[in-house]
Nanobody, 121 residues
Framework: QVQLVESGGGLVQPGGSLRLSCAAS????????MGWYRQAPGKQRELVAR??????RYADSVQGRFTIFRDNAKNTVYLQMNSLKPEDTAVYYC????????????????WGQGTQVTVSS
């Protein structure tokens, strides 16, 4: 079994910073793309940022404020969030596309349990 465990959420004032972490564990051969999504109350889940072996992609709303990076040796992805705004308030979910065995042709899609980020004064 594979697990994604997130940490680092919390309450922060507007303009503040938080760093989210997501560690993948279990039966993993390799991880292709890792990313962060978020879902605010009454809204659909949306992509925040994702990172592959050679590139990163960001939602327009977070470009220049958030940075995604990963530590492949630890199977961990991070999201550094700066200049936070109230509209960044949401549950943030980690996502990973994982290959479970050598030579396997299928990527499996895994999600973390979510971590709450609240930006409020």
């Amino acid at each position: 079994q594979v697990q994604l465990v997130e940490s680092g959420g919390g309450l922060v004032q507007p303009g503040g910073s938080l760093r989210l972490s997501c560690a993948a564990s279990g039966r993993i051969f390799s991880i292709n793309t890792m990313g962060w999504y978020r879902q605010a109350p009454g809204k659909q889940r949306e992509l925040v940022a994702r990172i592959s072996s050679d590139s990163a992609r960001y939602a327009d709303s977070v470009q220049g404020r958030f940075t995604i990076f990963r530590d492949n040796a630890k199977n961990t992805v991070y999201l550094q969030m700066n200049s936070l705004k109230p509209e960044d308030t949401a549950v943030y979910y980690c996502n990973a596309l994982i290959i479970l065995a050598p030579g396997a042709a299928i990527e499996y899609d895994y999600w973390g349990q979510g971590t709450q980020v609240t930006v409020s004064s």
